[in-house]
């Protein structure tokens, strides 16, 4: 189930994390990323202009990998959906939320950082989570702690940069990176395709 998704996630490896204030600004975004090597975009529910903006990528890119992050509750999960999304993320494991997508058949990546949170989901049959925060929660020593434990596998993000990214991909646990490094927010609002598409070209190749 979801497969497809997984191994989508497994080849692009990199996750571009945006926070996008100006859901017109979507479609050149979406661009640098595709033509810089990270054919995926995991837009924010952080700000008013989240769904329009996943509807804007969506139709000028049908084969862009998209997903909703900071989805909180279920209708979140509705206007993600709605909007064109693949799949959701959440910071966060809120049981009522997963349960929510999984009655429509809907992915959903929940986040954690304990063992206790790990089997908690476990108990939803879910075997992929976001380890978030992730260096603030241990980084990658926290990390292997978990993987030898549990039968499952990771996306981390939070505080992951071109610096250190290199070595979660080397840890078998992982399966991809979400980061915001490579589209800082300033550079979309001051509509700096050139910077970004630099940026892009560079996290692509830390892959």
Partial sequence: MHTALYEKLKQIKVIPVITINHAEYAVALAQVLIENGLPCAEVTFRTPAAAQAIKNMRAAYPDLLICAGTVLTPAQVDQAMAAGADFVV?????PNVVAYCQQKNILIIPGINSPSLVEQAMEFDLKVFKFFPAEASGG???LKALSAVYPVEFMPTGGIDLHNVRAYFAFKSVIACGGSWMVPTALIEAQ??????KL???AAAAV
Avoid: I, R
């Fill in 192 to 197: 700096q395709w050139d910077a970004l598409a």
């Fill in 140 to 142: 990658l020593p926290m």
């Fill in 200 to 202: 892009v070209t560079e």
């Fill in 90 to 94: 959440s910071p966060g494991f809120n």
